[in-house]
């Protein structure tokens, strides 16, 4: 057993050759709340850092396992990982999910084709999200991870102005903790071929037309 991120993972198994820091093999889990089998290399070594793995996630359940406040859960037939880094903030390469099955509480959302892609440029970063609904591109100068708390934040707060009413915007602003913001651009292209299945999970009472897009 494994304790990461306040929770203990159980049920590791692991068949492969590890030497100088390089492993190839097989990983596999079966956790409570995560449940996968996987194929490929990891490279621990400093300056060589780079994970290949192909295989199936039967199951993660990212609220149990302290990852989101809600009920997220995801599960896909195929997963096929290659890049450079050990850090989300570090990884550059690409990742093909197939047939993938996201569900936040008892709603769920299939997604057949989904494909992410991280690069870098001369002097920023390229990020890009391939799917069967949305097609969404990043470029600038910032990390994923503040990048994605950022975005989680807005997303919150203009659910909270649109949909809320002013005591709940008063309680939110009061609670909020103000802190000094970190500077970064991003420039960003979104193409919303068909929004409704998402806003069926997301946000039922949203509507957004077919092919919109969005940029900035």
């Known amino acids: 057993q494994v304790s990461f991120n306040r929770y203990t993972y159980r049920n590791i198994g692991v068949n492969g050759t590890l030497k100088n820091e390089f492993f190839s093999g097989r990983v596999a889990m079966a956790d409570t709340n ?5 194929y490929g290399d990891i490279d621990f070594r400093a300056g060589k850092q780079h994970i290949n793995l192909i295989g199936k996630l039967n199951k993660a359940n990212l609220k149990p396992l302290n990852f989101t406040a809600d009920d997220w859960r995801i599960k896909t037939d195929l997963m096929d990982v290659s890049f450079n880094g050990l850090k989300v903030d570090d990884f550059i390469g690409r990742t093909n999910f197939t047939n993938t099955t996201v569900g936040l509480g008892k709603k769920e959302l299939f997604i057949e084709n989904l494909q992410v892609e991280s690069s870098e440029l001369t002097s920023s970063r390229h990020l890009s999200l391939l799917s069967d609904f949305v097609n969404m591109d990043f470029k600038g100068n910032f990390l994923p991870s503040k990048a994605v708390d950022d975005l989680s934040t807005l997303v919150k707060e203009y659910k909270i102005y649109f949909t809320g009413d002013e005591h709940s915007r008063e309680i939110y602003y009061a609670q909020k903790k ?24 997301l946000y039922p009472e949203g509507h957004i037309s077919r092919n919109t897009l969005v940029e900035g």
Request: hydrophobic fraction near 40%; avoid cysteine.
């Open 178 to 201: 103000n802190k000094q913001p970190d500077n970064y651009k991003i420039d960003y292209r979104f193409v919303l071929k068909n929004s409704y299945p998402i806003l069926a999970l």
């Open 34 to 38: 995560l449940r996968f089998n996987l």
